[in-house]
Structure formats: C-alpha cells, structure tokens
C-alpha cells in the first residue's frame, strides 16, 4: 500500500483545513487508519483513528473536539478535518494502516508500533 497525504499549508490561528491521505496500490477498505504528527525533536504523536468500518473513531486529547476523521471506501481515502487550528498543531501530519490481524481499540490505535504502512507527510504551520 502506497500513502500520499496532502492537503497541508500555511494558516493563521482559528483556521481550518482538511488533509486527505489517499492509497494506491491496494484497497485500505478493510485497513484501520490513523493520522500521526511529528514535530522535529519530538516523539511522533498520535492524532487520530478510524475503523475499516468508520466506526470506533479515537483522538489525541490535545486534538480531541478540534479534528475530526472520516473516510471514503469507494475513493480509497482517509480524511482529517482540522478545525480551531492552533500554532502547537504545526507539524508534518502522516497517515498509516493499522496492522490487520491486531487488535484495535482505543489503546493499541495510539501506538505507532501498531501501525505498518506510512504515507509522506503533508506540513502543517499556523501561525498566532
């Protein structure tokens, strides 16, 4: 499976923008996903998750009411809807598939050792 997220950009505090990270290669229909971001010199942090079903969707705390994932089967496409941007939010947002096999609750979707396949990030900076 083959990610590429996009959708980035450059944008005041209290803005929104919507990321997509769109899969090739392979169908990700039955694939749980997640969204991570990373800051350089700081661990990657867990964003968001979203079941193959688009049930069981889980959240950062610091992101939690803000952002909102959903996903498109049929375009083989995962989505992050960031709304309320704040200047901590800048980072290189990345998307990956949830190991199939694993067990995925609201734990285990917040480990990136979790997760296989990982995407090119998307950057994105909010300024105050």
């Known amino acids: 499976v083959q990610l590429q997220a996009s959708g980035g950009g450059s944008v005041q505090a209290g803005d929104s923008l919507r990321l997509s990270c769109a899969a090739s290669?392979?169908?990700?229909?039955?694939?749980?996903m997640g969204w991570f971001r990373h800051v350089p010199g700081k661990p990657r942090e867990f964003v968001a998750a979203?079941?193959?079903?688009?049930?069981?969707?889980y959240y950062g705390d610091s992101v939690k009411g803000r952002f909102f994932i959903s996903r498109d089967n049929a375009k083989n496409t995962v989505y992050l809807q960031m709304d309320s941007l704040k200047p901590e939010d800048t980072a290189v947002y990345l998307c990956?598939?949830?190991?199939?096999?694993?067990?995925?609750?609201?734990?285990?979707?917040?480990?990136?050792?979790?997760?296989?396949?990982w995407g090119q990030g998307t950057l994105v900076t909010v300024s105050s």
């Open positions: 990956a598939t949830f190991r199939r096999g694993q067990v995925y609750n609201s734990f285990t979707a917040r480990l990136q050792g979790m997760y296989d396949y």
């Open positions: 290669g392979r169908s990700i229909s039955s694939y749980d």
């Open positions: 979203i079941k193959s079903t688009s049930s069981n969707a």
